[in-house]
Structures are given as structure tokens and as C-alpha cells.
């Protein structure tokens, strides 16, 4: 079991090539995966040299080396699923919750109750768990296609600040201050301009959702910074800022 960040690996033996990955998606200049390789050897392999190859897609992708882990066919997935269980069960978890307080929302919304509050909080627990899952590569228990598990990581990732902007303006009183409702929108303005142009950019392959991770970086300390000069500066009529709506 090999685990690779970004780039392409090819294992080999003389005469044969055992598995490949990413050469293809490399050449095409699309954004080459990162998580897990399991590379079965042969009983033919035996005294042969097991030659792996791998090249890294971007400039930084052999920041991190990992460790090499030969492990039976037989036990490898059970294996896998051990070592992730903990982050697999908690990233699982976070999505059933997101689902189940969106259903509860949208049947809140029958009987025309206020309840996108908790619509913001399912929203933000389902990017959060899905975040988990990819991050932790435990996707690849449902997955194997590991270009659209980093795409989906970086998407989840990219969306959990615009259900938690909208959770901060929806149990707030912001409509007495015009200015709190104002600052709190240009944050989700910006996010929401941000997503979408990442993945135009993405998909059309001129910048990669890993390039863009700084300037989603800088955009979420920016939210944090107006956030905080909401709560900073409290109401002379009415102190208390924060209420269930």
C-alpha cells in the first residue's frame, strides 16, 4: 500500500508493469488525485526488483514522503477500513446529522416556521463530514477514483464557510443594524464568488482547486475579521445581539 500526494506512480517489474495511476489525467492537464494505491504483487514477482516511479504533479508534491506498507490481499481492506474507522465513523456521522436537520427543517418549513437557522447548521455539518472522509482518504471505502475524491475534498471545503456565515446572519439581529447585515454580506459575497470562479477555473483546467487554497485561506481569515467586527461593537438600544429566530 503506497500513498501518493499529487502525483503519478508507476510499479513495475522487469518485463511487467503491475499499476498504474495518473499519467493519463497528468498528460491531459487535469489535476492528478492524492490517497492510497494498493498494488498487488504476484507470486511470479518473487527475487524480481519491484521498481515504483512516481512524479509529482505539482511543485510541492514531494513535501511528504510516506511510508510504504505491505500488507496480505487477503486482510488489506479490512485493514484499511481499521485504520480509518474512527474518521470514517465520525465523518459519516456529521452527514447523517446534516441530514436528518435538513429534513427536519424542510418539514419545519410546512408548518411556516422560521427554521433556516438550522438549514445553515445541516448544510455546514454535511461539507464538514464530507470534508473528513476525503481528507482522511477514508473516501476510498466508497471510492477508488481518487482525482474525484480531492476534487470533492476541495469542493466540501471550499463550501463550509457560506452555511456558517449564513447561520451567523440568521440567529443575529442584524436587521436593526443595516451595517452588521451589510459586512456580514460582503463575506458571503466574496465566498460565494470565490466557489463559483474555482470551479470555472478548475474545470476548465487553467488553475487547480490546490492553487487556489491560499486565496480560500486568506477569504476565510477575512470572514473571521468581519465577523468579529460585528460581534466587536455591541448595540446602545439593545446589548443583547445573539437570538433564536
Not at 133 to 138: D, G, P, R, Y
Not at 169 to 180: H, N
Not at 217 to 223: A, E, F, G, R
Amino acid at each position: 500500500r503506497v500513498q501518493t500526494s499529487h502525483s503519478t506512480i508507476t510499479a513495475s517489474i522487469p518485463g511487467r508493469i503491475l499499476y498504474t495511476y495518473g499519467e493519463d489525467v497528468f498528460v491531459k492537464g487535469g489535476m492528478v488525485g492524492s490517497g492510497y494505491h494498493m498494488i498487488q504483487i504476484p507470486e511470479s514477482a518473487r527475487g524480481k526488483m519491484l521498481t515504483i516511479t512516481m512524479i509529482s504533479a505539482t511543485d510541492n508534491g514531494f513535501s511528504c514522503l510516506y511510508d510504504m506498507r505491505i500488507i496480505s490481499g487477503e486482510v488489506a481492506n479490512q485493514v484499511f477500513g481499521a485504520d480509518h474507522l474512527f474518521m470514517g465513523s465520525l465523518g459519516i456521522f456529521l452527514i447523517e446529522i446534516g441530514f436528518l436537520i435538513l429534513a427536519f427543517s424542510f418539514i419545519s418549513m410546512i408548518y411556516a416556521k422560521k427554521t433556516i437557522a438550522f438549514t445553515m447548521v445541516g448544510l455546514s455539518s454535511i461539507f464538514m463530514g464530507t470534508w473528513t472522509l476525503c481528507v482522511t482518504k477514508t473516501i476510498q471505502l466508497f471510492s477508488n477514483d481518487l482525482t474525484f475524491n480531492l476534487e470533492l475534498e476541495y469542493m466540501s471545503l471550499f463550501l463550509i464557510p457560506l452555511p456558517v456565515i449564513g447561520l451567523i446572519q440568521f440567529t443575529r439581529r442584524l436587521k436593526a443594524f443595516s451595517w452588521r447585515k451589510s459586512v456580514m454580506g460582503i463575506g458571503a459575497g466574496l465566498m460565494a464568488v470565490f466557489n463559483i470562479l474555482s470551479w470555472v477555473l478548475h474545470f476548465t483546467n487553467l488553475v487547480h482547486f490546490d492553487h487556489l487554497l491560499p486565496l480560500f485561506h486568506i477569504l476565510t481569515i477575512l470572514c473571521v475579521v468581519l465577523a468579529a467586527i460585528t460581534a466587536y461593537y455591541p448595540s446602545k438600544k439593545n446589548p443583547h445581539i445573539w437570538s433564536h429566530r
